[in-house]
């Protein structure tokens, strides 16, 4: 998807892809990531997904990285505690209830603009890129942690003719060693049946390389 296509899903309403509540896959599987409860989380193309405020209930500071405005407001509006606005190096975003959104372009966020993370979660940013820019997704996503760094990631297996048509896009076993396994050891964790009816795929990404001192005591 471009991102004037993002924009516009947002600026229409068109934003079934959100949930009420916390995603299964998060809920029973983010305790396999073995975290401590003070490391931090990077949640790309977050939209103003409530998966962000149950993360931060686990004790995580959490950065999500958001394309649409409408989204930072739409998030703040899912309580009523304190807003506090923030700006990273033309970043500009808010903060509240211990989750950081910040509203830009993802593959123009640095790791200047968020500092260090010891994990990520993606429900929905891989799945919402088109094959063309998810290899980019993944490279991007790898120079932003660490190694040692640890994420849930939650794929989507379609059949018959809905693999052609998206978002949300199918994306294979196989698409995900292509992107990943250069620079993430991959493990599987479970599968569960989607609201579509569709498979849904929950993996468990360790970002490869010598772990420093760091992130050992993220982790």
Sequence with gaps: MTNDAWLSRWDEGRIG???????TGLTDYWSALALARHTRVLVPLCGKSVDMRWLAHQGHPVVGVELAQAALLQFTQGSDDDV???SRDGFKGIRQSGV????????????????????????AALIALPPARRQRYAFHLAQLLPPGAVGLLITLEKTGEAIKHGPPFHVSRKEL????????????????TAIDGEREDIWQLVRKGPVDDEIQVQR
Excluded at 110 to 115: Q, W
Excluded at 178 to 191: I, K, M, Q
């Design 177 to 192: 060693e292509h992107l990943f396994d250069a620079n993430f050891e991959r493990t599987w964790l479970g599968e569960f």
């Design 17 to 23: 892809f959100n949930l009420e509540s916390p995603h």
């Design 84 to 86: 506090e606005h923030v």
């Design 100 to 123: 950081e959104i910040l509203c830009g372009d993802f593959f123009q966020f640095r790791r200047d603009h968020g500092g260090s993370f010891g994990a990520f979660y993606d429900r």
